[in-house]
């Protein structure tokens, strides 16, 4: 498929699932959104279940792009370096704007039916907390750090979650703080005392 008409799909899909919510947007609103025939969407994506599945691919990878960016433009190596990066990505720009963040709450409400998409929410979450630990094994017992990894990623989600649920939605700057404060206090814990203003913001 094209990829211009491609992403316009997956961005009508978005709007059409903050606006109205997952149940609601049916396949003709989505393509009427997109400019395309209804159509188009069974022979790409096999109907709505698919394009979810497109739509959260799209996302995962905007996300993963999110924390490869940050990681990429440290000036130093350090794990708190490279845990700040990874709090950063998870609350960018892509992924707390309204129609990501009632797309992502969509997702993980339909994981828990729909094998696939099941899959693919173990693979991020995996992904997130296997980066977490490896960086918090650099300066603490790997016991400790696999601990420290799941409560950081616990933590993440937390904030997410109830900023995406919240009437005035995600205070992305507020989850990000909460979530440096919290890594510091983790790290001071083990005798690490690097501070959070040595993660660049962005």
């Known amino acids: 498929m094209e990829p211009i008409r491609r992403q316009q799909l997956i961005k009508a899909t ?3 699932i903050d606006e109205v919510g997952l149940a609601e947007a049916t396949v003709i609103q989505i393509a009427r959104r997109a400019g395309v025939s209804a159509g188009i969407i069974s022979h790409y994506f096999g109907g709505k279940n698919g394009l979810l599945e497109a739509t ?3 996302i995962l990878t905007d996300l993963n792009n999110a924390v490869a960016a940050r990681r990429k433009a440290l000036e130093d190596d350090t794990p708190r370096a490279h845990i700040g990066a990874i709090i950063e990505g998870n609350f960018d720009r892509t992924q707390v704007t309204g129609p990501a963040a009632k797309t992502w709450l969509a997702f993980w409400a339909s994981s828990m039916h729909k094998p696939l998409l099941q899959r693919l929410q173990y693979v991020n979450d ?3 907390y296997a980066n977490l630990c490896y960086q918090f094994q650099r300066v603490m017992p790997r016991r400790d750090a696999k601990n420290a990894a799941h409560g950081l990623a616990a933590m ?3 904030l997410w ?7 005035e939605g995600l205070d992305a700057a507020e989850a990000r703080y909460l979530a440096h404060t919290y890594l510091d206090q983790l790290l001071r814990h083990h005798g690490c005392h690097q501070s959070a203003s040595t993660t660049p913001t962005y």
Do not use: S
Request: charged share 30%; net charge positive.
């Open 161 to 167: 979650l109830r900023g995406a649920l919240a009437p």
């Open 156 to 158: 993440i989600d937390g």
């Open 14 to 16: 978005m709007e059409a």
């Open 126 to 128: 995996r992904r997130l």
């Open 56 to 58: 959260m691919r799209q």
